[in-house]
């Protein structure tokens, strides 16, 4: 029997593609580099601001130094687009994620989210009206890794008093997060509800259709 639903974050609960984007592309953008050589810097210290041995303030001064931009504007300027970027997020959660939530809670069941994130997605999560509907909240950022570590998994099923087998695991399948969960014996749901507002090169995660799928919020509820 499910006693918990595990969330991802971002395309599962919050799509980063609501209102303003700021991507590598339009970092490289403002500074004047080149977008490409930039993602591919940018991606190195992607752990890094993961597992919170770099903050994004760092992580952007460290990128940008490579290209000889030392300036503190710079990295001021695109730390605060992308607070700007995380707010048109936060402020456009769907209706749809709030009700399924509610209606989880109605039920009794335990909500959990695991979330890779870096710093200021970090403090804007913990922020957010949907933080308190979780009752164990496992960031990457302060958990010191990140998903698909099995262990931050561990700690979470640990917190919420459950068995993997107890557990349906809800994400859009980034960073291996629907094989680490069903390899420690978790239901793993894969969400589509948000697939449709990617572009590119920001492409949406593969369809697995070894996995449930769910093309609605609402669609969980048939896989409990």
């Not at 969330?7 to 490289?28: C, H, K, P, Q, W």
Request: charged fraction near 25%.
């Amino acid at each position: 029997m499910i006693k918990a639903v595990i969330f991802d974050m971002f395309e599962t609960l919050v799509s980063l593609f609501a209102g303003r984007t700021y991507f590598g592309e339009n970092i490289a953008a403002d500074v004047g580099i080149d977008a490409e050589e930039f993602r591919a810097v940018w991606h190195k210290n992607e752990l890094s601001r993961s597992i919170g041995t770099l903050t994004i303030e760092e992580a952007l001064s460290q990128a940008l130094s490579v290209f000889g931009i030392t300036d503190e504007k710079c990295t001021e300027l695109a730390a605060g687009k992308r607070r700007e970027s995380l707010d048109d997020t936060f402020s456009a959660i769907p209706e749809e994620t709030f009700a399924m939530l509610g209606e989880l809670k109605r039920r009794g069941l335990l909500i959990g989210l695991i979330s890779n994130c870096f710093s200021d997605e970090c403090e804007i999560i913990k922020d957010s009206p949907l933080f308190g509907y979780f009752d164990s909240a496992m960031l990457s950022y302060e958990q010191g890794i990140c998903k698909p570590d099995k262990e931050i998994y561990l700690r979470i099923m640990k917190e919420l008093g459950v068995m993997p087998q107890e557990c349906l695991y809800v994400g859009d399948g980034g960073s291996r997060e629907l094989f680490a969960a069903e390899e420690l014996g978790m239901k793993a749901v894969q969400a589509e509800w948000f697939r449709r507002y990617a572009f590119e090169p920001h492409i949406p995660c593969p369809v697995y259709p070894q996995f449930l799928q769910a093309q609605k919020q609402e669609d969980i509820f048939g896989h409990l």
